[in-house]
């Protein structure tokens, strides 16, 4: 079983999938001051320990039509994929769907568990928030943008975008957000 630094609360479970490895899960709380609308703005003007490297084109304006928003008040369980082979964003977006509970809350979702749960990023790995095609943004090409995370193992993180285009690989996981769960 691998060791990982944390709280108390992460489990470990090896589910079986030929496509996806399930690294683990965690629990995250939203504050009731939890603005979804402007949780971009929010962590790129936050101060951090670490340096974070943020895309320009990362803005809350950018992601304003996301499937799913974060509730404020509510515990979500966030978990962790890694992928076995070469996958489009599609065939991730299918899987994760298939998920209990699964929210899609794209970039904002993304910039909270970084801002408040930085150090369960795994380190070495592009953490991507997928959402419904027509919820990304487009960039000046036309090309739909998912919002990703990848933590280096100096500290750093570097928020970025992939297109919807990208064939995916074991570079990449999947962040599923799951809820909102009941507080025990």
């Not at 404020?72 to 978990?79: T, W």
Request: contains cysteine; proline residues 5%.
């Amino acid at each position: 079983m691998k060791q990982y630094p944390g709280p108390s609360e992460i489990h470990w479970l090896e589910i079986a999938n030929p496509y996806f490895i399930f690294e683990y899960y965690f629990f995250i709380n939203v504050p009731e001051d939890f603005i979804h609308e402007t949780q971009i703005e929010q962590f790129a003007s936050g101060s951090f320990t670490h340096k974070t490297f943020l895309n320009r084109d990362i803005t809350d304006l950018h992601f304003t039509k996301v499937t799913d928003r974060l509730i404020p008040g509510q515990r979500y369980a966030v978990k962790i994929f890694m992928l076995r082979r070469s996958m489009t964003p599609e065939e991730c977006l299918f899987f994760l769907k298939g998920q209990r509970d699964t929210r899609l809350v794209g970039a904002q979702g993304l910039a909270f568990v970084l801002k408040h749960y930085r150090h369960l990023f795994p380190l070495g790995l592009t953490l991507l928030s997928l959402d419904e095609q027509e919820h990304l943004f487009k960039d000046c090409d036309n090309n739909r943008m998912i919002p990703g995370v990848m933590r280096a193992r100096s500290g750093e993180a570097d928020f970025g975008l992939c297109t919807f285009d990208t064939r995916l690989n074991s570079e990449y996981g999947l962040i599923c957000f799951c809820g909102p769960m009941p507080y025990l």
